[in-house]
């Protein structure tokens, strides 16, 4: 495990055994040879060794066709026949019950839900994947099956250079499983890896598809009842059943089977076909041959004419029309089948559908995707636009810099002159938790158009969303597309497929369980674990393997070892510390008198900078030495009413061991809100409002429900919400 935290290669760990050695640490392996064996001998101790790779298969470059040399292609026809240069991509196929069956059983029993399937009554609100229509489709069609329990498949396909400056790239086919608890879900030892392929470029779209064939064949297989061991003491008949797949663009066209995203009929959810336009706004055609004009797609809508959807039924009625002679001709006389350009393997799968079930992704498409096009105008367009923050860019780095965030914020926004640079869990606080500072310096029309985007994302991105409040995100986003206030050459693809993340979220529930800020750990810890550069395919697998053993071993073998803390730390790269830090000031007279109300008056009082309780780690806002981070914003619950405010003091009681927490609170408060053909829409996640003075709540320590963000620039006061506390957050 910590091979993998730390990128170590074998000579690393060689030399780290060695030191152990030389300090005469008992019962250390010689090697890293021997240390694989221990690691293999303690896994299979009590089961018959299973080979992880299924299958390995061999696909050219050129010809496009299976080869059975690694080296070359063995086509007689193919132009690399007798080219040794171009080596095939290497595609290996993981044993994929396998991977379930070790992960159901490394399990608590309480980490894996199935109670929707059994359940009566079907939720209102969706907090996860298994509360979504597509979920409660596949639950009605096996109402009547003998065996109706089933666990189900997210999968993500995704490409990554193997190292720094490598020529060759890694694609890999990984998963997880839905019902499992949240908090566990995208571990690394919970990952589903269903293969791996290697290759000096990009697959092709026939390459793909012939790859998707051996993982349709194995997940047919999984689709019929088969009895699993969940936990050491529960046994259960289960289906397996692939019901999504989480893509970036490019991914999507090659598993969908569709041309590239910015081509003609390019967006995954829909049959919109696009038009061209100049790249430049005011640029006009020429027909000179040294100067040409560059043109783009783009694909607007308007609010009366939506577009097709993708589904599976379109693609037969299309795939029949055009076996029958039918043709289908766009306005410029250009043939065309609405982007369907074959068939799709993995639509074979049971509850696969070749356009619901492929997700809207946040991460590509609106933090890296819509919204950062939005910043682009705002600091790239010419100071005469209307929209134009060039001039402006100081005062509102300098505002972006008051906004206080908790310390288990991952990644705080660099300054917005950056905005090329920023990483797309920056896009997102900026987004999230940044946008009301941009109502200073917008015109209102585009203020407005902002917050819709940022409205219809946080509802979207919250941990519980109700069917009203998707109705009021598919509205917001839609006329985030159809309504776009800036010239209409720039509603790119990824500005257009924002109007569909209300469908996904209507299928899948809450955006955060499936966005592919999840799998790009797991891909990056794929690739960080190569450092040959021969027989790439072959080191990729045996290091899956051994951390997928390691994991298990660490689990079993070492719950009652004092190695366990660290052991969890390597893991999850948190180290629970229960440091508490005492004041050194005193308790005023006031103050107790204050506390006397509801503690005895006997007890014990003593002033804390900084407390642990449960893992929640708060502090008094004086002692925050940071001038972006604080654990002083707190969220907290008083006298059945939901309150925001700022910790003053910190008191610890003795001998009843209780915390006092004294809290600045924010009164007169109200959402954010927008109003939208005569509705007026909220956002939660914003709370406006101005701070007592004087004035203070004193609360228990439990009563605090969660830290959040804070903003005062001495005119505007707000606190905002995470809208869910996964992800970056």
Not at 224 to 242: G, N
Request: glycine share 4%; aromatic share 12%; net charge positive.
């Amino acid at each position: 495990m910590i091979k993998k935290k730390h990128k170590c290669t074998n000579s690393l760990v060689n030399d780290i055994l060695k030191l152990l050695i030389a300090l005469k640490v008992p019962r250390i392996p010689t090697s890293w040879y021997k240390m694989k064996a221990l690691i293999q001998q303690a896994d299979n101790t009590h089961e018959e060794k299973q080979q992880m790779v299924d299958l390995t298969l061999y696909f050219c470059q050129e010809c496009e066709q299976q080869s059975t040399d690694p080296n070359k292609c063995t086509n007689e026809s193919c132009s690399s026949y007798l080219n040794s240069l171009i080596i095939p991509h290497t595609f290996i196929m993981l044993n994929i019950q396998q991977q379930i069956e070790q992960v159901l059983k490394s399990i608590h029993q309480t980490d894996l839900n199935l109670t929707t399937q059994t359940s009566n009554q079907f939720p209102t609100t969706m907090s996860d994947i298994y509360h979504g229509r597509v979920y409660k489709n596949i639950i009605n069609s096996l109402k009547n099956e003998h065996h109706k329990l089933f666990i189900s498949l997210t999968c993500n396909i995704d490409g990554a250079a193997v190292y720094t400056s490598s020529e060759q790239s890694m694609w890999a086919f990984t998963a997880c499983l839905n019902e499992l608890n949240r908090s566990i879900r995208f571990n690394m030892d919970k990952i589903i890896v269903f293969a791996i392929s290697v290759g000096r470029k990009k697959p092709s779209k026939i390459i793909m598809q012939k790859m998707l064939v051996p993982i349709v064949f194995s997940l047919k297989q999984l689709q019929k009842s088969s009895l699993y061991q969940i936990s050491d003491c529960s046994h259960q008949m289960l289906r397996t059943y692939l019901i999504a797949v989480s893509n970036d663009k490019p991914a999507n066209s090659l598993v969908q089977n569709l041309p590239e995203p910015n081509a003609l009929f390019g967006c995954s959810k829909c049959e919109i076909a696009g038009e061209t336009t100049p790249a430049k706004v005011y640029a006009t055609p020429t027909k000179s041959a040294k100067i040409k004009t560059t043109y783009i797609r783009i694909f607007p809508t308007s609010t009366g004419r939506q577009p097709e959807m993708r589904s599976n039924a379109r693609w037969y009625d299309i795939s029949h029309a055009t076996q029958n002679g039918i043709r289908f001709f766009i306005n410029d006389h250009k043939l065309h089948t609405y982007g369907y350009l074959g068939e799709c393997e993995l639509c074979e799968l049971a509850f696969i559908d070749r356009g619901s079930s492929f997700m809207s992704d946040t991460l590509h498409s609106v933090y890296h995707g819509a919204f950062k096009k939005l910043l682009h105008l705002w600091t790239e367009s010419s100071k005469k636009q209307p929209w134009s923050l060039t001039k402006a860019l100081p005062s509102i780095a300098g505002d972006l810099a008051k906004i206080l965030y908790p310390t288990t914020t991952v990644r705080v926004p660099r300054t917005i002159t950056k905005f090329l640079k920023l990483k797309a869990n920056e896009c997102r606080v900026l987004l999230l938790i940044g946008y009301p500072v941009f109502k200073n310096y917008l015109p209102e029309l585009y203020y407005k158009h902002l917050q819709k985007l940022a409205f219809g994302i946080s509802i979207g991105e919250s941990s519980s969303i109700s069917l009203e409040k998707v109705e009021e995100m598919e509205l917001l986003l839609k006329s985030f597309v159809d309504d776009f206030p800036y010239n209409k050459r720039y509603i790119v693809q990824t500005v257009h497929c924002v109007k569909h993340f209300a469908t996904t979220a209507k299928d899948f529930g809450p955006l955060s369980n499936y966005s592919t800020f999840n799998y790009e750990s797991v891909i990056g810890c794929l690739s960080s674990s190569i450092h040959g550069t021969k027989r790439i395919g072959t080191e990729l697998s045996i290091n899956l393997e051994l951390f997928t053993k390691a994991y298990y071993i660490s689990k079993h073998h070492s719950l009652s070892s004092e190695l366990e803390p660290f052991i969890e730390y390597v893991k999850t790269g948190k180290m629970h510390l229960n440091k508490q830090y005492p004041s050194s000031e005193f308790i005023s007279t006031q103050e107790l008198n204050s506390l006397y109300k509801f503690i005895p008056r006997e007890s014990n009082i003593k002033l804390m900078k900084s407390v642990v309780r449960n893992g929640l780690v708060l502090s008094t806002f004086k002692s925050s030495k940071s001038s972006t981070f604080t654990n002083a914003c707190i969220v907290y619950k008083y006298q059945n009413f939901t309150k925001y405010g700022i910790i003053e003091n910190i008191f610890h009681i003795t001998p009843q061991d209780l915390y006092v927490l004294k809290v600045q609170f924010l009164q007169d408060k109200y959402y954010d809100s927008i109003v939208f053909k005569s509705k007026t829409y909220v956002n939660e996640h914003i709370i406006y409002g101005r701070m007592s003075n004087g004035v203070y709540d004193y609360i228990y320590i439990t009563d605090v429900i969660e830290k959040g963000c804070f903003y005062d620039n001495g005119n505007i006061c707000y606190f905002a919400r995470f809208p869910n506390l996964y992800e970056s957050s």
